[in-house]
C-alpha cells in the first residue's frame, strides 16, 4: 500500500501546529462520524483514516517518525494517498502487486515477502471494510487478481492465502470454486515439481533401450 499523506487526510499542511491539527481534526470527525452518517460505508471508512491520522499526527514522537517516512518516501520519488481504504482502494493496489510480480522473472521473486503483501492486503481489517460494502463484483476481482498475484507461490505459501480469500467471498460460489480451483492447479504444480526427475529418469531410461534394441535388430 502507498504511504498515506496524513496532513492531506486531516486538510493541513505539514508545517501545521498541534492545535490547528486537532482543529481540523475535530471538524472532520464531527463531519464523518457515524452517527450523523448512518449506513454510510464511506463516511465510517473516512473516519477510521481520520483517526488514523489523529493518533500519528498528534503525539509528537510518532509525527516525528511519520515525518522522516514522508521525507524519505519523497526523496526516492514516491507517491502518497490521501483516499480512504475503500474497495477501489484495496483493488487498485491488487493490480499493483499483480503486475509487479507479472513483470519479474520467477527466480527473482522471494515468496515470503509475496505471501506477507497479500496477506497485508486480505488483513481483518480490509476484509471488514470490503465485507461493509458488500461490493460484490469489486470483491470478485480483488480475489482473481489476488489469485493471479500468488501465482507463481507453492502450494504452502497459497493455502494461508487461499483460506482469507475465502473468508471474503463469503457465500459467493463462483469465487469459491475458482479459489478451490487455484489450489488443486497448485497442487497438482508442486506434485509434478517434486516427482518430475522420476518421469525423466523413466523416459531417459525407456529411449536408450528403445535405441539398444533398434541397434541390436
Known amino acids: 500500500m502507498q504511504l498515506k499523506d496524513y496532513y492531506k487526510i486531516l486538510e493541513v499542511t505539514p508545517l501545521a501546529t498541534q492545535q490547528e491539527i486537532k482543529k481540523s481534526f475535530r471538524r472532520l470527525a464531527l463531519k464523518y462520524h457515524p452517527d450523523k452518517n448512518e449506513d454510510s460505508p464511506l463516511s465510517e ?3 477510521k483514516e481520520i483517526q488514523e491520522a489523529w493518533e500519528v499526527l498528534s ?5 516525528e517518525e511519520y515525518n522522516y517516512k514522508r521525507w524519505f518516501n519523497r526523496s526516492i520519488g514516491g507517491s502518497y494517498t490521501e483516499r480512504a481504504l475503500t ?28 505471501s506477507f503483501h497479500i496477506r ?22 480483488i480475489n482473481k487478481t489476488l489469485l493471479q498475484a500468488a ?6 505459501y497459497l493455502q494461508p492465502i487461499a483460506l482469507l480469500l475465502a473468508k471474503l467471498a463469503g457465500n459467493d460460489e463462483p469465487t469459491i470454486r475458482a479459489i478451490d480451483h487455484a489450489v488443486q492447479q497448485r497442487k497438482r504444480r508442486d506434485l509434478w515439481e517434486k516427482y518430475k526427475w522420476v518421469a525423466v529418469v523413466v523416459v531417459t531410461g525407456l529411449i536408450c533401450w528403445l535405441m539398444y534394441k533398434v541397434g541390436n535388430q
Not at 503525539?59 to 509525527?63: L, V, Y
Not at 510480480?101 to 527473482?108: D, G, R, W
Not at 501465482?151 to 504452502?156: D, G, H, R, V, Y
Request: no cysteine; hydrophobic share 45%; proline share 8%.
Open 87 to 114: 474497495p477501489a482502494a484495496i483493488l487498485a493496489s491488487a493490480r499493483q502487486l499483480k503486475d509487479y510480480v507479472a513483470s519479474m522473472n520467477i527466480f527473482q521473486i522471494d515468496f515470503d515477502a509475496l
Open 59 to 63: 503525539d509528537p514522537k510518532k509525527r
Open 151 to 156: 501465482e507463481p507461490l507453492p502450494l504452502k
Open 45 to 47: 471508512a473516512m473516519f
Open 120 to 141: 497485508q492486503l486480505l488483513s481483518d481489517s480490509n476484509i471488514g471494510i470490503l465485507r461493509q460494502f458488500n461490493d460484490v463484483p469489486t470483491n470478485r476481482n
